[in-house]
């Protein structure tokens, strides 16, 4: 129990400093995304910068919405408190999860590196949409475990936009790749990092429940 607590502290204490921290950058310092849109070269298609700006907001907004209600959800306390709070979360969650989907399937087309880049993202939305579908049709089967496997496998897709930022720094500063191979470096290798770690988590918390 110890244990659990103490990662749920460490998860949200990730959780809130990321939220803030994209808050701040794309809503304060750079709202126009200057820095980000300067490393999109040779798009195939016109970007519409105003459109695409919006588009961005919305996306960031709703990213961060979910982020937010799914560490919720994951609160023991609020689920033994309020079953009716804790499943209302769970529906905003969902809602949020397709507009992040929604709004970076738009986006997708010009995202940094090219096709591959783009191929890599609606990978990504497809695999986060299958996989918060089946926790949702788990969960009105009352497959309470099974449900919360499949939250945490969906949950941990929220951290996408970190670990392709972490993996592109890495390459790019580190090991001196261009950016946009590192970015799209960095789209493939959070998936895999995304899927395994949860993986790894359910197993952690089965071998103690166990």
């Given at each position: 129990?110890?244990?659990q607590?103490?990662?749920?502290?460490?998860?949200?204490?990730?959780?809130?400093?990321?939220?803030?921290?994209?808050?701040?950058?794309?809503?304060?310092?750079d709202?126009?995304?200057?820095?980000?849109?300067?490393?999109?070269?040779?798009?195939?298609?016109?970007?519409?910068l105003?459109?695409?700006?919006?588009?961005?907001?919305?996306?960031?907004?709703?990213?961060?919405?979910a982020?937010?209600?799914?560490?919720?959800?994951?609160?023991?306390?609020?689920?033994?408190?309020?079953?009716?709070?804790?499943?209302?979360?769970?529906?905003?969650?969902?809602?949020?999860?397709?507009?992040?989907?929604?709004?970076?399937g738009?986006m997708?087309?010009?995202?940094t590196?090219?096709?591959?880049?783009?191929?890599?993202?609606n990978?990504?939305?497809?695999?986060?949409?299958?996989?918060?579908?089946?926790?949702?049709?788990?969960?009105?089967?009352?497959?309470?475990?099974?449900?919360?496997?499949?939250?945490?496998?969906s949950?941990?897709?929220?951290?996408?936009?970190?670990?392709?930022?972490?993996?592109?720094?890495?390459?790019?500063?580190?090991?001196?790749?261009?950016?946009p191979?590192?970015?799209?470096?960095?789209?493939?290798?959070?998936?895999?990092?995304?899927?395994?770690?949860?993986?790894?988590?359910?197993?952690?918390i089965?071998h103690?429940?166990?």
């Amino acid at each position: 129990m110890k244990l659990q607590i103490s990662f749920y502290r460490a998860l949200a204490c990730v959780s809130s400093v990321f939220i803030v921290y994209a808050l701040i950058k794309i809503y304060v310092v750079d709202p126009e995304a200057v820095h980000f849109l300067s490393f999109k070269t040779d798009l195939k298609r016109e970007l519409k910068l105003p459109l695409w700006l919006n588009v961005m907001y919305v996306h960031v907004a709703f990213a961060c919405i979910a982020m937010a209600a799914g560490l919720l959800n994951f609160s023991n306390r609020l689920f033994e408190k309020s079953r009716k709070l804790h499943r209302w979360s769970g529906y905003i969650y969902l809602l949020s999860v397709l507009l992040v989907i929604l709004t970076s399937g738009y986006m997708a087309p010009y995202a940094t590196g090219g096709k591959i880049s783009s191929i890599g993202f609606n990978i990504l939305n497809i695999v986060w949409m299958l996989i918060t579908a089946v926790a949702f049709v788990q969960i009105k089967r009352k497959r309470i475990i099974s449900h919360r496997n499949w939250m945490i496998r969906s949950y941990a897709f929220c951290f996408t936009n970190m670990i392709i930022h972490l993996i592109t720094a890495l390459l790019h500063q580190v090991f001196h790749f261009s950016y946009p191979s590192s970015y799209t470096i960095g789209i493939y290798g959070a998936i895999a990092i995304l899927l395994i770690t949860a993986e790894l988590i359910i197993r952690a918390i089965d071998h103690k429940r166990t």
